[in-house]
């Protein structure tokens, strides 16, 4: 079993829905957790990491963490065609240690 | 531009050669990471350095992988006598280093296809 599972894809919506994105983990030691969007053939670029449980807000992304159950979420407001991409989520422990992802999340926003 | 980047963006070798990749991490960052990101997958840590001294390496790296950070600064990874399983995207990171600062900023990533 992978230390952290990430909800399959593809995810298909229409420009303007709300988009919820989801990981789970099993690993008590991660202490951050991170959101990365992923163009395709592109690096990684960081949205939004969070140390502690609850929400965490930056425009239209909010990042949910709940350490008790071991679930993480990421909410995409008012998605965009722009927003289409895939989105990682990705764990951590120590002080900038390595990370660990979940296998990805394709999401395609149609206008 | 102060992103990290990376060189080569592609490569293309047969099976059996050695490749050799460079990152430039993001200016008066002091850690430098390298991950492996297959199709369909997330990335997957491989090393990491904190200036010069590298002080993690994956299982995934194996005896024919070797990472090196001269001075601190820039970092290459050698693949040698390199496999088709070698083919994916090699990504670097690098992050800062200070207390608490747990950011990673990826490069664009080198492909490899083996052939």
Same mark, same amino acid.
């Given at each position: ?8 894809? &593809?995810? !298909?919506? &229409? ?5 919820? /994105?989801?990981?789970?983990? #099993? ?16 690096? &990684? ?7 502690? #449980? ?13 350490? !008790?159950?071991?679930?993480?979420? @990421?909410?995409?407001?008012? !998605?965009?065609?722009?927003? #289409? ?17 979940? #296998?990805?999340?394709? /999401?395609?926003? @149609? &206008? | ?7 080569? =963006? ?9 490749? %050799? *990749? =460079?990152?430039?991490?993001?200016? +008066?960052?002091? =850690? ?12 997957? *840590? ?9 002080? +993690? ?7 024919? *992988?070797?990472?090196? =950070? ?30 608490? +600062?747990? +950011? ?8 490899? %296809?083996?052939?």
């Amino acid at each position: 079993q992978k230390e952290v599972e990430q909800d399959p894809g &593809p995810l !298909s919506v &229409p420009e303007g829905a709300i988009v919820s /994105l989801n990981c789970t983990y #099993s690993n008590s030691a991660f202490q951050y957790f991170m959101w990365y969007r992923q163009y395709s053939r592109k690096g &990684p670029e960081l949205l939004m990491y969070t140390y502690s #449980s609850g929400n965490k807000e930056d425009g239209r992304f909010t990042a949910q963490v709940d350490k !008790s159950s071991k679930y993480i979420s @990421l909410f995409i407001r008012d !998605s965009q065609p722009s927003d #289409s991409a895939t989105y990682l989520c990705a764990m951590g422990r120590g002080s900038a240690r390595q990370l660990t992802f979940g #296998s990805g999340t394709q /999401l395609t926003v @149609l &206008p | 531009d102060t992103g990290v980047s990376q060189d080569p =963006r592609h490569k293309i070798t047969k099976r059996g050669q050695n490749v %050799t *990749f =460079r990152c430039d991490p993001i200016s +008066e960052h002091n =850690r430098l990471y390298w991950y492996r990101q297959t199709l369909g997958q997330g990335p997957e *840590f491989l090393t990491y350095f904190q200036n010069e001294a590298q002080l +993690e390496k994956s299982r995934l790296l194996s005896d024919r *992988f070797s990472a090196e =950070r001269p001075k601190g600064s820039f970092s290459t990874l050698e693949i040698q006598r390199t496999e088709q399983g070698d083919s994916a995207m090699y990504l670097c990171a690098s992050s800062q280093g200070l207390a608490g +600062e747990v +950011e990673q900023y990826f490069g664009p990533g080198t492909r490899l %296809t083996v052939t």
